[in-house]
């Protein structure tokens, strides 16, 4: 691993913030709208079976501004994403 240990676990301790937006995806989601895998409900990070470093994972990210996300729209099960 090219991050220490203790570093990858870091990255999988949600700060309470990102903890508190996961108990709204079923809210969200009754909204036509999508947490990042991050933010989900029973989150479980990617680099601990990918192998990839946390820093090289979408998951690995940490909000830094806590109360603004970006999002992904679900309608009949097509993702559009909003536009940049």
């Known amino acids: ?3 220490a240990d203790d570093e990858y676990w870091a990255f999988a301790t949600r700060p309470i913030y990102e903890e508190e937006w ?3 995806e ?3 989601k009754t909204h036509g709208y999508n947490l990042r895998p991050r933010l989900r409900q ?5 680099w601990l079976t990918t192998g990839k470093s946390p820093l090289h994972s979408e998951d690995g ?8 996300l970006d999002r992904s729209v ?4 097509n993702v559009i994403e909003p536009p940049r």
């Open 26 to 28: 079923g809210l969200l």
């Open 74 to 77: 679900f309608y009949a099960n």
């Open 42 to 46: 029973g989150w479980t990070p990617s």
């Open 22 to 24: 996961s108990t709204r």
């Open 61 to 68: 990210e940490i909000l830094t501004v806590h109360q603004l």
């Open 1 to 3: 691993m090219s991050v």
